[in-house]
């Protein structure tokens, strides 16, 4: 089971970084959720809440030119759930400066459609909160 979600999780982060919310892949209820102060913390809930993720994640007055967004890994926790780590480079679209960001997520995956995202301004928060940390 855990391997299914891994292969769903590491579908849905393909679709993202082609510039698709895939809601093929999300369940009818599927809530996004990130840290308080991310540019976009939600929370976003159902497809409608999928798909307004998605436009705040590339509103123009968020202010991130994403160059190159990859998934880095995915660890397995449980029957339902994967951490995944994710990196971002860019700039600011105000600022000039260049971005260089990794964070984490914990997916939950039921019947082969994603349940819930929830993101983590670290990797090792996302691990922590996961149970996987040392």
Request: net charge negative.
């Amino acid at each position: 089971m855990s391997e299914d979600n891994v292969a769903v999780a590491r579908e849905w982060f393909r679709h993202l970084a082609a510039g698709d919310p895939a809601p093929e892949l999300c369940h009818l209820s599927i809530e996004i959720k990130n840290w308080a102060e991310s540019p976009v913390p939600g929370p976003f809930t159902g497809h409608e809440g999928l798909h307004a993720w998605w436009r705040a994640v590339n509103d123009p007055d968020v202010g991130l030119e994403i160059q190159m967004f990859e998934l880095e890994e995915i660890l397995p926790v449980d029957n339902e759930r994967v951490v995944t780590i994710q990196r971002a480079t860019g700039r600011g679209r105000y600022s000039g400066l260049e971005i260089d960001q990794r964070w984490g997520s914990i997916l939950a995956v039921r019947d082969g459609k994603i349940v819930s995202a929830t993101g983590y301004p670290t990797p090792e928060q996302a691990l922590e909160a996961a149970g996987l940390s040392e």
